[in-house]
């Protein structure tokens, strides 16, 4: 075949553009043409003139570095606010706004580095497809190790680690994420969860209280990282304070960051993501082999693995969270079938949204790397065709097509092609009817590139699915990340939250919040609770509200898993599983027990519910329904919720006032015409069994004279309140 020469080539393309405007096909026209005349007569590739030198490898490691570096302070500074939420409220907007981008980067991600065996191949919910797909997922990850273990027994080296000092290196770089370890399921079953679904969501929050050592602080898993790293000799602040995010400590992967605020941001919204979330809580509780190496390869280096081999088998596919999660999963889909709440198929992709975001997370790479190799994959091109001195005026964007082609050969310099890579695509993507924003198949383009379109052959296979998947990801020009992601799932527009009909307490701004008045008592120094309650009247306008809303008191003061790794914070979780029906705490974990051999053991909420029935009142179906009105009850109750929205500057007086509910609680169980029998029983244990804990409470705060006197400052203001509201 003999290469033609470039004058003929050129006044065939002159003949071409004086019949078409079409901007698109021409530039693709000079790309095809260009490539010709880099091969000879057996298509072996020539050497072009003049083509811009590649930047050192140490130039280009070092932009890239750069790039990381941003965009981990990034995520840096989200983890921080996220963590202190009572001193940056109005991070709540721009948290959603990033939770929204990681989901649709998790859906992307998914097409992007598309595999045989993925959850997306499920396309409508199936119990045995989605067993099936996690049994065979788990198998190949089987297999992997098997295959690892016969390496290593061949006399190959350590695979993970080269040297001690790696590994211990990758342990304290893994800290951010360890150190908030169980906190996607952190904000789930509070008292603002729908109550229809709070038996659905404490199954899931199971998992967290499992992760924290359900109140055990040796079992605590954020404390056996801590004491890991500390064994190794790596001492780092508190996660939750400003010093644990600077430079100097090292702790720069992007990809640790960026999962780790991935778990904080989905746990602030249970109610609006409570899909997503179960998706999350599905993929990250499966057993994975980065895991079963780190269990075999730490000890050769004279390191514990205990924390690994912990998470091996708590996180188990028979009893343990892995079972519990997939269990958690078909509940809830049983729940929409059977109420309606929400179209099973968009819960369905919901779930495996959240499944795929957790997936991403653990991946180094993002969107932005595979834009950034779209955006190369045309700069070549558009190198090459450069080369044939194209002089069509057509556009693309603001500029001709031969200002596009030139440029790529007006500098060497990186910086300039990722200008022009960044610059192009945006051009490109506005390029209709080529390009039709979130829909390749209405896009020219695409068209032209198959079987029988006059471009045909212009790009590769991979090229072209790459094309396709980047002209679906695009959203309108003004569209905001959650439109996007809601147009990725399915539907167009936001979704309104169907699984509750109130809006979530937890995604509001604190200052939404009623502002809650003074604590009342600031002059008693000693402890001393006051006599058993003494009230013969009942007033269920007053008591109603009060009993609904005080579940909520200590709610929030556990939902930082780093803040559960001390000695108080420990107790206040048996408290907070007492109040919400679990039982006494044991040596082992409940695991699969709690959901396959259920006890009668109503929580605090299904008390009132229970109360509602008897006297046949309507039944509240959430927190607000159960506070309407606006007697002084209600008003109080307010009070409750917004200081419970601020754990950390009111620890001590929500203890306090939580305790002064225990008085409230031993009156209840004391009367026949509140509860039934059973449940009067089951108040009486929860109560004596909160009682213990608080005097162990008391012990942990004695020495801290603050918090000694809010505890008891808050105990006196909800001993006032409740006689003066009750009386």
Request: proline share 4%.
């Amino acid at each position: 075949m003999k290469v033609q020469s470039r004058e003929a080539i050129m006044t065939a393309l002159d003949a071409v553009y004086a019949k078409m405007d079409l901007s698109f096909l021409s530039f693709v026209v000079v790309i095809v043409t260009a490539l010709f005349l880099c091969q000879n007569s057996r298509w072996r590739a020539l050497s072009l003139p003049n083509k811009p030198q590649k930047s050192s490898n140490t130039k280009d490691k070092s932009r890239f570095n750069a790039k990381l570096l941003r965009q981990t302070q990034i995520y840096k500074d989200l983890y921080f606010k996220l963590q202190n939420l009572e001193s940056f409220p109005d991070v709540l907007p721009e948290a959603k706004r990033q939770l929204f981008l990681l989901l649709r980067e998790g859906l992307l991600m998914a097409e992007y580095k598309s595999q045989p065996r993925s959850i997306a191949n499920i396309e409508k919910y199936d119990a045995v497809a989605l067993t099936d797909f996690l049994d065979d997922s788990r198998q190949d990850v089987l297999d992997n190790f098997e295959s690892y273990i016969r390496r290593r027994q061949n006399g190959t080296g350590t695979e993970l680690f080269s040297t001690r000092e790696e590994a211990v290196e990758w342990l304290k770089s893994c800290a951010p994420l360890n150190f908030v370890d169980g906190a996607w399921l952190a904000h789930l079953h509070k008292i603002t969860t729908p109550f229809t679904l709070r038996g659905l969501t404490k199954d899931a929050w199971q998992t967290y209280s499992e992760e924290l050592g359900d109140g055990d602080l040796d079992k605590n898993h954020v404390l056996i990282y801590r004491n890991l790293l500390r064994d190794v000799g790596v001492l780092l602040p508190d996660c939750d304070a400003v010093e644990f995010i600077h430079l100097r400590h090292g702790l720069d992967r992007e990809q640790i960051w960026r999962n780790a605020v991935g778990h904080l941001l989905i746990s602030l919204f249970p109610n609006e993501f409570l899909p997503e979330i179960l998706g999350m809580n599905l993929h990250f509780e499966s057993l994975s082999l980065n895991m079963l190496k780190t269990n075999k390869e730490l000890p050769e280096f004279g390191i514990s693995a205990y924390y690994f081999a912990l998470h091996i088998s708590i996180d188990n596919a028979d009893s343990g969270h892995s079972a519990m999660a997939l269990a958690t999963v078909m509940r809830f889909m049983d729940h929409v079938r059977k109420t309606g709440s929400m179209d099973c198929d968009l819960a369905w992709k919901r779930i495996q949204a959240g499944y795929l975001l957790s997936q991403s997370l653990e991946d180094d790479e993002t969107v932005a790397d595979y834009e950034g190799k779209l955006g190369s994959m045309m700069f070549q091109k558009g190198y090459s065709a450069g080369q044939v001195h194209c002089t069509s005026r057509v556009k693309i964007g603001r500029r001709t097509l031969m200002d596009w082609l030139s440029s790529t050969r007006d500098s060497s310099d990186a910086d300039d092609h990722d200008k022009w890579k960044s610059e192009f695509l945006t051009a490109l993507a506005d390029s209709r009817p080529w390009v039709c924003r979130g829909n390749s198949n209405k896009s020219l383009l695409m068209r032209e590139l198959r079987w029988k379109g006059r471009m045909f052959g212009a790009f590769t296979n991979v090229e072209v699915e790459r094309l396709r998947i980047w002209i679906d990801s695009l959203g309108e020009r003004d569209s905001n990340p959650a439109s996007d992601y809601w147009r990725l799932i399915g539907t167009e527009g936001s979704v309104p939250n169907s699984l509750s009909p109130l809006r979530e307490r937890s995604s509001l701004p604190l200052s939404a919040l009623p502002r809650p008045r003074d604590w009342l008592h600031g002059d008693v120094v000693e402890f001393d609770p006051r006599l058993p309650l003494a009230i013969t009247e009942l007033r269920l306008e007053a008591l109603l509200p009060l009993w609904f809303v005080h579940p909520a008191i200590l709610d929030n003061i556990v939902r930082s898993p780093y803040r559960t790794a001390t000695g108080l914070i420990s107790q206040v979780l048996m408290i907070v599983r007492a109040e919400m029906g679990y039982q006494w705490e044991s040596d082992i974990v409940d695991g699969m027990d709690v959901q396959l051999f259920p006890i009668y053991c109503p929580d605090l909420v299904d008390m009132g519910l229970q109360i509602m029935r008897r006297y046949k009142l309507p039944e509240p179906t959430c927190i607000e329904a159960a506070l309407e009105g606006d007697n002084d009850a209600v008003m109080f109750a307010h009070d409750i919720l917004a200081w419970a929205e601020r754990p950390v500057q009111n620890c001590g007086q929500l203890l306090g006032l939580s305790r002064a509910f225990l008085d409230l609680e031993i009156w209840m169980a004391g009367r026949d015409d509140l509860l039934w029998n059973d449940a009067k029983q089951v108040l009486l244990q929860v109560a004596d069994r909160k009682g213990k804990i608080f005097d162990v409470c008391l012990g942990e705060i004695k020495g801290d004279k603050e918090m000694y006197r809010a505890f008891i400052n808050g105990y006196e203001t909800g001993r006032d309140r409740i006689e003066r509201l009750l009386e």
